[in-house]
């Protein structure tokens, strides 16, 4: 996989205490996250379902962002039949980028460079959880009027929910603005 050229189609920020994120033309990032949202920090605490350590242990955060597709919004938005496209900032995440193919499945260490020279590194997926899948349900309606199920996010959205990560290079990201994405690649003494 080679490197890729894409757009950011929209950002979005939030404040602690609430799941939905507030659209934004510009965000600013900081080597410990994006300056203002609810998930920026050199570390966080554990939790239960997701990772290794005792739920509460703080550990290192790998999750000072978030970006989703947005092709893959519109894919999960049409499975779920809703009356309006999902945006990011609808299921939590701060970036949505067009372009990119297969973006959710970008591996550990891809590199995210943004035109005005902004890096961020790729850490994991980030799986849909039940928490915002039950939100979804709660606050989206369908075309044909049938509630959703507290799943159906969850379902909907399995391999496309999007990627967390850390910022290398810290500065302004803007909407408009091109990225340049970099799957990482194995130094020549692993390559055999």
């Not at 239960?48 to 092709?71: C, I």
């Not at 799986?127 to 959703?148: I, K, W």
């Not at 959205?157 to 290398?168: A, M």
Request: glycine letters at 10%; hydrophobic letters at 40%; charged letters at 25%.
């Amino acid at each position: 996989m080679g490197t890729m050229q894409g757009r950011v189609a929209s950002a979005f920020l939030g404040a602690p205490g609430t799941l939905r994120k507030d659209n934004q033309t510009s965000l600013e990032f900081a080597l410990d996250g994006i300056v203002g949202d609810r998930h920026r920090g050199l570390t966080r605490n554990a939790w239960a379902l997701t990772d290794k350590q005792p739920e509460g242990t703080e550990r290192r955060n790998e999750r000072q962002w978030s970006a989703v597709a947005q092709e893959d919004l519109d894919v999960v938005s049409e499975k779920l039949n809703l009356v309006a496209p999902l945006a990011a900032g609808d299921v939590a995440v701060n970036l949505s980028i067009e372009g990119v193919p297969d973006f959710s499945r970008l591996p550990r260490g891809t590199t995210l460079t943004f035109a005005g020279g902004v890096v961020l590194m790729v850490e994991e997926y980030n799986p849909p959880c039940s928490r915002m899948s039950h939100f979804v349900a709660e606050q989206y309606p369908t075309r044909n009027g049938d509630p959703l199920a507290d799943t159906d996010f969850i379902e909907a959205s399995k391999f496309c929910r999007g990627l967390v990560g850390v910022v290398e290079v810290p500065g302004t990201v803007s909407v408009g603005e091109s990225v340049t994405v970099a799957p990482e690649v194995l130094p020549k003494w692993l390559r055999g």
